[in-house]
């Protein structure tokens, strides 16, 4: 699977973003796709998912904030980002995610796209 990232940015306090994140190539039909995170010196988190026919998630620190969307016509994942923080500094990337039962978790651990920088300025 291919994952490309793109849409970061050095952006205000306050101000909004859109990334988004084509995937091709996947042949998991169980899976979904998610967008994590990771701040210098943090380990690598994941902020929002879903999958069609399934349940959404975001993580407690930007529920309210940023929205997960997909155009399946064109294997694009989306993530709104509003009212971004200092905190939302990060570089993010995309990937394939699986529901086990206890939440969504990254199907292939050491298989990662090239990420996109998110910079917020306070």
């Known amino acids: 699977v291919q994952l490309q990232a793109s849409g970061g940015g050095l952006v205000q306090a306050g101000e909004s973003l859109r990334l988004s994140c084509v995937v091709s190539?996947?042949?998991?039909?169980?899976?979904?796709t998610g967008w994590f995170r990771q701040a210098p010196g943090n380990e690598r988190e994941l902020v929002a998912a879903?999958?069609?026919?399934?349940?959404?998630y975001y993580a407690e620190s930007v529920k309210g904030r940023f929205t997960i969307s997909r155009d399946n016509a064109k294997n694009t994942v989306y993530l709104q980002m509003n009212s971004l923080k200092p905190e939302d500094t990060a570089v993010y990337y995309c990937?394939?995610?699986?529901?086990?039962?206890?939440?969504?978790?990254?199907?292939?651990?050491?298989?990662w796209g090239q990420g996109t920088l998110v910079t917020v300025s306070s």
């Open positions: 190539g996947s042949t998991c039909s169980n899976c979904g």
């Open positions: 879903n999958k069609i026919g399934s349940h959404t």
């Open positions: 990937n394939e995610v699986v529901d086990y039962g206890l939440g969504y978790v990254v199907r292939q651990l050491d298989h």
